[in-house]
């Protein structure tokens, strides 16, 4: 009897934590998704008030018809999509090659990949400025798409280099002697076994270049050309916004993130729990 | 096999070509020309510079820096506590749930990593919505009713810095939950069940079976969110922008505005160059720890 009341009020203890946890995460975005449904006279009506007094869709089809929001949602998808492709297709060989190699140089190189990767883009950004600017690729898609791709580069290829070491080489053996290529073995056996692998960088790569600022304030003055999240950004600054079309204009630059994070949240959960990512 | 390493593995160099020749340029080539930039008077406009050491002379002789870099300091070592600690706690409940098959695990989990998946620039303006102090503030709101005081949460110095601290643990705690969730599964659970036969309670089990088992997991934890408070730059540009003055300026907004507001090129370099060192030493840190456990495994 004693025993299963202890157990009752762990539970109970248990739950309240959830809900203190829930409400912690959960509120910052739901105010923002409640203010993105009201008129201004209702933002501005005090004391406020959690639920809209009536639901008002205005503000999305203002933002989407005023400002260059829908620009900036084409230029963030281009922007993610060429950065992808080029991560995947740079970084997929050379993690391959990395966990194939015995060569000495090999421990040295990847713990330079690894400081690459952790140092903050700011510290690169100032003289790719620079660069850029003889280059004539400031204010330019390709420009960003290079930069995106270095930026991402260093941690895909941790990354698939970790899955690749999981794939013993015996697999392999098998279709080398049967006379495939190298690549032919890394495409037709390798790499559908690591599937879990690849899609777990496809969705960093993705959510973080979606979500890249750093790099697109620096190189870009062109509001043509801004991605969502510098759009937003300069669209904040600007003091005669609405705060009603501020809160729209958030929510729907986070409705894509959420989405694909949602729908690809098993591969997330399971590659972070088991270790593979370290950065 | 042996064939194979005889080969020299030229293969491999070809494959690993592109990616060298990329980071080369996008790194290493940048990282040396920041080195030599933080050396020089150079402006951002260009034009004639020479060789000095004034600039780092200039850097650490000047109060503004170290402000910024006690402010930097407040705020990776208050947001490392509280989002290690939360994680820590949420990871623990998490799993004790899912042990006793309570309903909404997995719904806390998933509410908890959505706020790690939202850009940075977005979690700015979302927490300027809730901190702010015009009406629509409703937390200030809240506060009021409560205790019959307004937080000036934005507009003053010392809470500027404490509301972009609970931002940015809003933001990392997902990571540190994530990650000593993964680890917390891994603990074997005979060592558990020993431990509660020999009548240890809940607290003793928690810091004698617990913590020791996760001693990497936890090492590696605290290194990457300290790197990666360290490098936070988007979330405050848009919560405070390193306001109000320059309350919540942080090492990289503070080497963001030397080159591109205020044109000092070679001061920004010299203080891109300080993160770079601190992001450096924790990397080293961090690559130690791993190596640890590979020798321990």
Redesign the interface.
């Known amino acids: 009897m004693h025993n299963r009341r202890k157990e009752l009020y762990?539970?109970i203890l248990?739950?309240s934590?959830?809900a203190l946890?829930?409400i912690?995460?959960?509120?910052?975005?739901l105010?923002?998704l409640s203010?993105s449904f009201r008129s201004l006279k209702d933002?501005?009506?005090?004391?406020?008030h959690?639920i809209p007094s009536h639901f008002t869709f205005e503000n999305y089809t203002t933002v989407f018809n005023t400002s260059l929001i829908k620009t900036y949602l084409i230029n963030s998808s281009i922007y993610v999509l060429f950065t992808v492709i080029g991560t995947i297709i740079?970084?997929v060989?050379?993690a391959?090659?990395?966990s194939?190699?015995?060569?000495k140089a090999k421990g040295p190189?990847l713990?330079?990949?690894?400081?690459?990767q952790?140092?903050?883009?700011?510290?690169?950004a100032?003289?790719?400025y620079?660069y850029f600017q003889q280059l004539h690729l400031l204010n330019n898609y390709l420009g960003v798409i290079i930069?995106y791709?270095?930026i991402q580069?260093?941690f895909a290829?941790w990354l698939m280099k970790g899955y690749f070491d999981t794939i013993p080489i015996s697999i392999e053996e098998a279709a080398r002697i049967d006379g495939c290529t190298?690549f032919q073995s890394l495409i037709r056996v390798v790499l559908p076994l690591s599937l879990p692998g690849l899609a777990t960088a496809l969705i960093f790569t993705v959510?973080q270049s979606?979500?890249q600022?750093?790099i697109p304030?620096?190189l870009l003055s062109n509001s043509r050309l801004f991605p969502?999240?510098?759009g937003?950004?300069q669209y904040?600054v600007s003091e005669s916004i609405h705060?009603n079309f501020?809160?729209s204009a958030?929510i729907i630059?986070?409705i894509p993130?959420?989405l694909?994070?949602?729908i690809l949240?098993k591969f997330?959960?399971k590659s972070?729990?088991?270790?593979a990512v370290?950065? | 096999m042996k064939n194979d390493i005889s080969k020299k593995e030229t293969w491999a160099w070809l494959w690993i070509l592109p990616v060298i020749a990329i980071l080369s340029l996008f790194y290493v080539v940048p990282i040396v020309k920041v080195g030599l930039y933080s050396f020089t008077n150079a402006s951002f406009f260009g034009g004639k510079f020479h060789y000095t050491l004034n600039t780092y002379g200039f850097l650490f002789s000047s109060g503004t820096f170290w402000i910024m870099l006690k402010t930097t300091l407040l705020f990776v070592i208050a947001s490392v506590i509280f989002q290690f600690l939360l994680g820590f706690s949420i990871s623990l409940a998490l799993v004790d749930g899912e042990n006793r098959k309570l309903l909404g695990t997995t719904f806390v989990r998933t509410a908890v990593l959505s706020a790690w998946v939202i850009p940075g620039v977005v979690i700015g303006i979302v927490w300027k919505l809730l901190l702010t102090g015009a009406s629509y503030g409703i937390l200030n709101y809240y506060i009021k009713v409560l205790t019959g005081y307004a937080i000036p949460f934005l507009s003053s110095p010392t809470w500027a810095l404490v509301s972009i601290i609970i931002a940015n643990v809003w933001r990392g705690t997902a990571f540190s939950m994530i990650i000593l969730y993964g680890g917390l599964k891994q603990v074997p659970q005979e060592l558990y069940e020993a431990a509660q036969i020999d009548g240890a309670s809940a607290w003793k089990r928690l810091i004698h079976v617990t913590i020791p088992q996760l001693k990497q997991v936890i090492f590696i934890n605290l290194a990457l969110i300290t790197i990666y408070t360290f490098n936070t730059f988007d979330m405050i540009m848009a919560l405070t922008g390193g306001g109000p003055g320059r309350a919540t300026e942080v090492l990289s907004i503070y080497s963001y505005d030397s080159v591109f507001e205020r044109w000092a090129l070679s001061q920004g370099a010299a203080s891109a160059i300080v993160l770079l060192v601190i992001n450096l030493i924790i990397v080293i840190f961090y690559y130690r720890t791993m190596k640890v456990g590979e020798n321990n495994a």
């Open positions: 762990r539970n248990l739950y934590i959830y946890v829930i912690f995460f959960l509120f910052p975005v105010w923002a203010l933002v501005f009506r005090y004391p406020p959690l740079l970084s060989p050379a391959y090659a990395f194939r190699m015995r060569n190189l713990i330079i990949i690894l400081a690459f952790m140092i903050s883009p700011l510290i690169i100032i003289p790719i620079g930069a791709i270095a580069l260093p290829t190298r959510i979606w979500g600022f750093l304030f620096i969502i999240t510098l937003l950004y904040q705060t501020i809160a958030s630059s986070i993130a959420i694909i994070f949602l949240q997330i959960v972070l729990t088991r270790g370290k950065g």
